[in-house]
């Protein structure tokens, strides 16, 4: 048996397991035991029924009807709507939507503990990316786990913008998320497409269409007015979200043409090694920010690592979130269409934004709260825009 491919969810995958091992159909099965049972012949009933005047009849309506009743119960017992829900991709969602929440808290705790944006935010994001490589490189030696993959030197190469963008895109927004409030951090990371459509257009050369541009001002407009009123405004946490936003969008466009190399999708054989290769490479880079920008305090966070358990425990514990539910992501969009993945990532950010801010006692002005819907529903119109006005 294959082993889960994310740690954070075996236990709770192995809960539902009973649920994938429903496979045939309950309609079937009583329709097999009723006819293989003794008391019924191929077709004539062994006791036969008799008419109103008391003599005996032939006929098998009331056979007929308790055959036919059988099959509605089983028919309408639920049985067929359970069978036609896609529950491995339910749960997917729900784990991707569980593994973003709670990262979200347990970065924050341990950015907090370690003094905020003054503190480690570079060396606790990279040893969140240095916890998903632990747990890659045991699937790979762990028996009848994951089958490792087959790249080359040259492979590895051109895996490397993705993974600095990778790399630059995580530590951008841990710093953005130790410098402001987490839910103003998301509200600005949700302005991507903006950047993502700039680079496509001018770098890629990738044209966009007149409608996704008139979307923009409204994504952006969201996020300015969800800044006004934020109370922990950093000009910091602004800039740092927007580097994070540039990030990702190189990222995803740089793993497009990565993933349209000849052969090398085949090399690699899963999201699952994909992702762990990128991080792994990712964790590499981030070893010279780590040292040039707090390795000269090491010894304090050293200290603080074994005297202050918040933030050894929360640490690990984000590291394994962060991996846990980027994976699950990966393999949620990988299943979906273009509108799904919109309508995924709105929720998404929502949830993010109002659970994080009152688990952790964030402002909710509602003026910030008014930006964030401008801006979340503004990314969401951007998503689904060109499916409703065909571009030209």
Not at 157 to 170: E, W
């Amino acid at each position: 048996m294959k082993l889960t491919p994310t740690l954070l969810t075996v236990t709770l995958f192995a809960g539902a397991a009973s649920a994938f091992g429903l496979q045939s159909s309950p309609k079937s099965a009583i329709r097999t035991l009723r006819n293989n049972a003794a008391f019924v012949d191929s077709g004539k009933a062994m006791v036969q029924p008799i008419d109103i005047n008391g003599k005996r009849t032939s006929s098998p309506i009331a056979l007929q009807q308790s055959s036919s009743g059988s099959d509605g119960l089983a028919t309408k017992g639920g049985f067929s709507a359970l069978k036609s829900m896609d529950i491995p991709l339910l749960l997917y969602f729900f784990f991707w939507y569980v593994g973003n929440y709670y990262y979200n808290i347990t970065n924050k705790l341990a950015l907090k503990a370690a003094g905020g944006s003054a503190g480690f935010p570079m060396t606790i994001s990279g040893l969140q990316l240095a916890v998903g490589c632990l747990y890659a490189i045991f699937l790979w030696v762990a028996p009848d786990a994951r089958n490792t993959p087959k790249v080359t030197v040259d492979d590895i190469i051109k895996m490397l913008p993705v993974a600095f963008c990778f790399m630059g895109a995580h530590s951008a927004s841990v710093f953005a998320l130790s410098a402001g409030a987490v839910s103003f951090g998301q509200i600005v990371k949700s302005a991507e497409p903006a950047f993502a459509a700039v680079l496509s257009q001018f770098v890629y050369k990738k044209k966009i269409s007149k409608a996704k541009w008139l979307c923009l001002p409204v994504v952006i407009g969201g996020v300015v007015l969800a800044s006004v009123k934020e109370l922990d405004f950093a000009v910091s946490a602004l800039v740092s979200a927007c580097i994070a936003n540039l990030f990702a969008a190189f990222k995803g466009n740089e793993n497009k043409k990565l993933m349209e190399t000849e052969g090398l999708r085949e090399r690699i054989g899963s999201v699952g090694n994909q992702f762990a290769l990128t991080t792994i490479l990712a964790t590499l880079m981030s070893i010279p920010v780590m040292l040039i920008k707090e390795g000269s305090k090491y010894g304090e966070f050293i200290e603080l690592w074994k005297t202050n358990p918040t933030i050894s425990l929360n640490l690990i514990a984000s590291g394994l979130w962060f991996y846990g539910y980027n994976e699950l992501a990966t393999m949620t969009l990988k299943k979906t269409n273009a509108v799904t993945q919109s309508v995924a990532n709105t929720a998404k950010r929502v949830i993010v934004i109002v659970g994080v801010a009152l688990v952790l006692g964030e402002s909710m002005d509602p003026i910030k709260l008014l930006g964030c819907a401008i801006g979340i529903s503004g990314v969401f119109l951007y998503s689904i825009i060109d499916n409703i006005i065909k571009p030209k």
